[in-house]
């Protein structure tokens, strides 16, 4: 096991050596100063986490203790121990190092449930295009060009992006490639980040896409099956295996059924778009004349229930609502995504009072970056605008509080994982995040007061891409920004040029 960075270079709690006599040091910067990479530590910081039944605590100047297998042990006020601290040095009969965080802020590591590691070079292009122009235009052909050697530079660099986000678990589409999802998953592994990843499923093509390129939906099946096997339950659970048909529109009901019957079979999670987009709507309903409405698509699958991730669930019927509040299927909001395509407005209060079981999406690249922290702002300028422009409903969530609960807690309990992660309490693995207020501040010094909501209101409103410090998965420090390994190989933005009203079949 690596050995816990214990260097010497944080704050002491010790008093000054000549009392009276010499002002203390002042307490170096925790935004220069190394991280433990590997537990066991002890962090003391900020603490903001929300707990189950709607809580949230906050405690201004805290002690998280992580032991050397990865979990939290406690959560509590600080208090100053007695007798002399060195800096990283151990305190009392315990024998981890205290790192002094102040004044950075402690927050469960975000879950973001939907994103397409592929799609990454491509985020911020394509903004104004329905779904469908935008999958044939850049989507698609930015897909078939993901093989191997690309994968095996792109998803290091993905996961990188998540964690620098913020994110430490992620749901999240590889592409049709079997080969290229097995270097995705090598990659999540060889990162720390908590992923589960799924080859995409499609048996059908997307208008003029040439879906004869692909492999045949049975070859994409047993493609399936053995990358879950390989992969499903490593290390410790860290990785999942996600069955992923991308949506009715691409897949035969037949396809879609199998789908359902492997993630039945394994154990695995289950996730597809669902009702994103009105063209859309309208393709499924062409192809599944039969069906109720686009969930009943879903539902004579067999896919509906708690092992299911829908991402996007924009135009449901109150039928449709009901149904999956019912099913304890999970749904990934994802208002970033849906505002950069115009694909709707989801009405994120009106599902919660239903039930629904929801967390957040940054589905890049049909969303523009990889933080959930900027697709919570999304997410509350859409509620704003969907009551102003049909009011009746029940008011948007505007609670900063709620947002973060979202994009931790609930988005833990929509894949499973709630008594797991998405939280900072005593038993639960040590996911979680250092934030630094402070680039966040309008001008220097502008700070907030020790109030949590306003805190995270300005780490919503004001993101700045530095101001996540330090992200760990099970107490182990992931690699964020750029690699260390070098100049990076061009990955360049990827589109077609063909018209797709031209070439449509
Ligand atoms: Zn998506």
Request: hydrophobic share 40%.
């Amino acid at each position: 096991m690596e050995r816990p960075d214990a260097e010497p270079r944080l704050a002491s709690e010790a008093a000054p050596r000549h009392p009276g006599t010499r002002r203390p040091a002042p307490r170096p910067d925790p935004a220069a100063a190394p991280l433990p990479s590997a537990p066991p530590f002890r962090l003391r910081a900020r603490i903001l986490t929300p707990l189950p039944g709607g809580a949230t605590r906050f405690l201004p100047d805290g002690l998280l203790e992580v032991d050397a297998a990865g979990r939290i042990t406690s959560v509590s006020p600080w208090q100053a121990p007695d007798g002399t601290v060195e800096p990283g040095q151990a305190v009392g009969p315990d024998t981890a190092p205290i790192h002094d965080l102040r004044p950075l802020l402690l927050l469960p590591g975000l879950v973001d449930l939907h994103t397409h590691v592929p799609q990454l070079p491509n985020a911020g292009i394509g903004a104004g295009l329905d779904l469908l122009t935008w999958l044939e235009r850049y989507t698609l052909p930015l897909e078939r060009s993901f093989d191997v050697p690309t994968a095996e530079r792109l998803a290091p660099l993905a996961f990188r992006a998540y964690a620098a986000a913020g994110t430490t678990t992620v749901a999240a589409y590889a592409t049709a490639d079997p080969a290229a999802t097995e270097a995705v998953f090598a990659a999540a592994e060889a990162h720390g980040i908590r992923a589960a990843i799924g080859l995409v499923l499609m048996d059908r093509g997307v208008g003029s896409t040439e879906i004869d390129r692909w492999p045949s939906g049975t070859e994409q099946l047993d493609a399936s099956a053995a990358l879950c096997a390989r992969w499903h339950g490593r290390d410790g659970g860290r990785l999942r295996y996600a069955v992923t048909p991308r949506f009715a529109v691409s897949c035969s009901a037949d396809l879609l059924r199998a789908s359902v019957r492997l993630a039945g079979e394994t154990g695995a999670l289950w996730q597809t778009h669902l009702s994103e987009d009105p063209r859309e709507l309208a393709e499924v309903r062409r192809a599944f004349p039969g069906a109720a409405d686009y969930l009943a698509v879903y539902e004579a699958a067999g896919a509906l229930g708690p092992r299911a991730l829908f991402a996007h669930a924009i135009h449901l019927s109150a039928g449709e609502v009901a149904r999956l509040a019912a099913s304890g299927s999970g749904i990934a909001h994802c208002p970033a995504s849906n505002l950069f395509l115009p694909s709707g407005v989801m009405p994120l209060a009106s599902y919660l009072a239903a039930g629904l079981k929801v967390g957040l999406g940054s589905d890049v690249s049909g969303g523009p970056s990889p933080s959930l922290f900027e697709t919570m702002r999304a997410g509350f300028y859409a509620g704003h605008a969907l009551q102003s422009l049909a009011p009746g409903g029940p008011p948007p969530i505007v609670d900063p509080l709620a947002w973060l609960r979202l994009a931790t807690l609930d988005g833990a309990g929509a894949i499973g994982l709630a008594d797991l992660v998405g939280s900072l309490e005593a038993g639960k693995e040590a996911d979680l995040v250092a934030v630094d207020p402070r680039p966040t501040e309008p001008v220097p010094g502008a700070s907030c007061r020790d109030d949590p909501a306003e805190l995270v209101s300005r780490l919503i409103f004001r993101t700045h891409p530095e101001m996540v410090r330090a992200a760990w998965v099970r107490g182990r420090l992931l690699p964020t920004g750029p690699s260390s390994r070098g100049p990076v190989s061009p990955l360049p933005a990827i589109r077609s040029d063909r018209d797709p009203a031209r070439s449509r079949r």
